[in-house]
């Protein structure tokens, strides 16, 4: 929990917040959703496909996008990689939340 406290504030570095929690991570918790959303619809299920559906991946998408946002004012290095981080992370979090 420690770490996902550190992801909030910013204080990971930009590379581990956007390679291990916006992509990675990323990838597992929105394809499982999205798994089991498929799953319970076609159980015919469409509530507790909506909770499966939205229910993690869209606070943990906000989470990443806040974390990264964050990172990136602290990065030291080229403004362009932090701001790609941002763009990349929101636009990914954006579509893989409304999707």
Do not use: C, H, Q
């Not at 932090?82 to 579509?95: K, S, Y």
Request: proline share 2%.
């Amino acid at each position: 929990m420690k770490t996902v406290t550190r992801l909030w504030k910013g204080e990971l570095a930009l590379a581990d917040a956007f390679w291990n929690w916006a992509v990675f991570g990323g990838l597992i918790v929105n394809l499982s959703s999205s798994a089991a959303f498929l799953f319970l619809i076609m159980a015919d299920r469409p509530v507790a496909a909506a909770i499966a559906g939205y229910a993690f991946s869209v606070p943990y998408n906000i989470a990443v996008a806040v974390g990264v946002w964050r990172s990136a004012a602290r990065y030291d290095g080229e403004r362009r990689w932090a701001d790609l981080a941002r763009i990349v992370t929101v636009a990914g979090m954006i579509l893989l939340s409304v999707t």
